[in-house]
């Protein structure tokens, strides 16, 4: 039978990225009671400072699971993105999930054991206008997810993305109309938004000692949106 390190820990360690408010605050308590879930604030992990993340595993370098959930969206005609917008947009959706995943993988290749979960989106499936920095990005760790779930898979690291869908956290819900809410509904099956604990409770099975074998795989939590 095969047996890993961390088999005997009590609670395996998560870093969680984003983990302060809308789907990454659901992230947080859902875990919270299995897993020792670190959270660190941008004050201690800056996402747009590769020296942040770099001086960041000096002080916390071992990991059982990462879940790369932290991002930025800019919304604007092709015409209108600045230089500045392509820069930190690639620089904190894409560069640093890569660079917190090579930071985690070395411990996780040790224990012959790992789970690492990119937060993707809907707009990384399907796209519409003004979304082609974000959607550019969000590509791109389903692009991670499976070459990584590939290079990784001989040391018992499971590798997997999830895209939410529409869902009623805070910010979605301060940002849209009644009206505008309402088209909405009408385009998703289940006639509704998910609720951040319903893109928790997703990633909790991916990163949990339930998944044992699904890896290189994208979980689409849309309510039929994309079908």
Known sequence: MFIT???????????????????????YEELKNEFD????SRDELDLSSLESIHNYFQVEPKFDVLINNAGINIIKEIEDILDEDIEKMNT????????????????MKQNRFGK???????????????????????????GYTKALSQELGEYNILVNAICPGFTATEL?????????????QKQIPLQR???????????KFLVSDDNTYITGQTLIVDGGFSS
């Open 116 to 142: 690492i979960l990119n937060i993707s989106s809907i707009w990384g499936i399907k796209s519409k206008e003004k979304r082609t920095l974000y959607s550019a990005t969000k590509f791109g760790l389903i």
């Open 5 to 27: 390190k961390v088999s005997f820990m009590s609670k395996k360690r998560v870093l969680l990225t984003g983990g302060s408010r809308g789907i990454g605050k659901a992230i």
């Open 37 to 40: 879930v670190v959270c660190p």
């Open 92 to 107: 904190v959706n894409l560069v640093a999930p890569l660079k917190l995943i090579q930071y985690c993988v070395k411990n």
């Open 193 to 203: 938004l998910a609720t951040p604990q319903e893109i928790a409770k997703s990633v």
């Open 172 to 184: 979605t819900m301060n940002s849209l109309s009644q009206e505008e809410l309402k088209n909405i």
